[in-house]
């Protein structure tokens, strides 16, 4: 079975940039979320939706960062302009049911360089 | 103090040995409660759900006491492949979605 997949994997790119993350969720799952890991911070929940629908942002830094779920097989994560203080390791996954205890299954995630 | 709480390690054992990782969590409403594994450079991935009564799953045993609000993991009988970060990981109340990841404890099994 596929699992939650996610593109690019790697990505370099100059500050100031545009940068697009890409996420398709297992199907089936009606829950998606977006987290962002640092060696700081550790791993910290972005965005969650649930039906497609944004629950919860508040963990979206600030304006910069926008997401989205046109429908249920696929997500974006946009950050722009990009900052190198953005760099980190951006995993999206899903689940069935957010608010049940069904575990949430993590995509490859994408190593994100701002320089 | 921090929602979840862990020793980050680095644990350095020989292969065969016991080792077990703690946890402390900070919301007393936390109702369910998990361990996932972390390979270098790779997603988190479950690695098992932790019950009230405490649970096994082959060489991995965990453990929950509420009342102390610490979680658990001993992992019998070493393996090279056992090698990876273990993040303790919390969720909420009923009708939470939210996971609340510990930084990890960082495992090295030496040959």
């Known amino acids: 079975d596929a699992g939650v997949i996610q593109s690019p994997r790697h990505e370099v790119t100059e500050m100031g940039q545009e940068v697009t993350l890409r996420c398709k969720p297992i199907?089936?799952?009606?829950?998606l979320f977006w987290y962002r890991q640092t060696m700081m911070r550790g791993l910290e929940l972005l965005i969650y939706?649930?039906?497609?629908?944004?629950?919860?942002d508040s963990g979206m830094p600030e304006d910069r960062f926008s997401a989205k779920m046109p429908n249920a097989s696929f997500s974006t994560l946009k950050i722009q302009p990009s900052e190198p203080r953005d760099s980190a390791v951006y995993f999206c996954?899903?689940?069935?049911?957010?608010?049940?205890?069904?575990?949430?299954?993590f995509g490859d995630g994408t190593r994100l360089s701002i320089l | 103090r921090k929602e979840v709480e862990q020793d980050p390690g680095p644990f350095n054992v020989p292969e065969g040995a016991t080792v077990a990782f703690n946890c402390t969590y900070s919301n007393s409403a936390s109702q369910s409660f998990f361990w996932y594994r972390q390979d270098c450079r790779k997603e988190p991935k479950l690695l098992m759900s932790?019950?009230?009564s405490g649970n096994e799953d082959g060489r991995f045993t965990a453990q929950l006491n509420r009342a102390s609000q610490y979680i658990s993991l001993l992992i019998r009988d070493s393996k090279l492949s056992d090698s990876a970060t273990y993040l303790c990981?919390?969720?909420?109340?009923?009708?939470?979605?939210?996971?609340?990841f510990g930084k990890g404890t960082k495992l090295s099994v030496i040959p």
């Open positions: 939706f649930n039906n497609n629908v944004p629950i919860d």
């Open positions: 199907s089936g799952h009606n829950s």
């Open positions: 990981v919390v969720k909420a109340g009923a009708g939470s979605y939210q996971l609340t």
């Open positions: 996954a899903s689940s069935f049911g957010g608010e049940s205890n069904q575990p949430q299954h």
């Open positions: 932790v019950y009230s």
